[in-house]
């Protein structure tokens, strides 16, 4: 049973650029959040999708954009990168209505 | 404005002894207290999570304390062992269906050996 996955692993982008970024949930999951990792704090959350629409968001500008697709996998697209953009971007999918959220390895995002 | 407070920041402990991690939330709303345990390089792994309807729940060395009126919660880690040492995120969310987490800061613990 695969867990959550998430690609790419690491990505250097320079500042001003868009980035796309995937993740594909666990098993028998409906449900993608995507949370801001920044160094040495914990992880603050972007929004999260379910039945392919953005149903909930933190407090993070209209840069950051997502989707979901029919197959419950997700891609966060964030534009207009700043240097305060790096950071570790995690992937938590869960079933819809269950509170149990499971984390995928994350995205490393360094903007230059 | 942080709605989730953790304590310490970083903590040593000996091979064999209690490890205690403390939280306080000021959202009354909040109904779902997951601790998070994450490794360097990793995502967090959820550890043990607690409803506000029980005031202690334990899984194996892990245990959290759970007091409702002083809107505190904690971990604790009987007999750390030095492969607990990683940092933990305690987390709240609402039963809004929705299932939101907010994080503490971290705490990063390390067992010496």
């Known amino acids: 049973d695969a867990g959550v996955t998430q690609s790419p692993t690491h990505l250097i982008k320079t500042r001003g650029q868009q980035v796309t970024l995937r993740c594909s949930p666990k098993?028998?999951?409906?449900?993608v959040s995507w949370y801001q990792q920044a160094l040495g704090q914990g992880p603050q959350f972007i929004f999260q999708?379910?039945?392919?629409?953005?149903?909930q968001r933190g407090n993070f500008p209209d840069r950051f954009s997502g989707h979901q697709f029919p197959n419950y996998s997700s891609e966060l697209n964030v534009n207009a990168l700043l240097l305060g953009d790096s950071a570790l971007y995690l992937c938590?999918?869960?079933?819809?209505?269950?509170?149990?959220?499971?984390f995928g390895p994350g995205t490393r995002l360094t903007v230059t | 404005q942080q709605q989730v407070k953790q304590s310490p920041q970083s903590l040593i402990v000996q091979k064999g002894g209690i490890s205690i991690i403390n939280c306080a939330y000021e959202?009354?709303?909040?109904?779902?207290f997951p601790w998070y345990q994450q490794f360097p390089g990793k995502g967090p792994a959820l550890l043990i999570a607690?409803?506000?309807?029980?005031s202690e729940k334990k899984e194996g060395r892990f245990t959290i304390s759970f007091n409702k009126s002083a809107k505190q919660f904690s971990l604790h880690i009987m007999d750390s062992q030095p492969g607990d040492s990683a940092t933990y995120f305690c987390?709240?969310?609402?039963?809004?269906?929705?299932?939101?987490?907010?994080f503490g800061k971290g705490t990063m613990l390390l067992v010496s050996p």
């Open positions: 938590a999918s869960s079933f819809q209505g269950s509170d149990e959220q499971y």
């Open positions: 098993s028998g999951h409906d449900t």
């Open positions: 999708y379910y039945e392919e629409e953005e149903r």
């Open positions: 959202n009354t709303a909040f109904d779902y």
């Open positions: 607690i409803r506000p309807d029980v």
């Open positions: 987390a709240a969310s609402t039963l809004s269906g929705y299932s939101t987490l907010t």
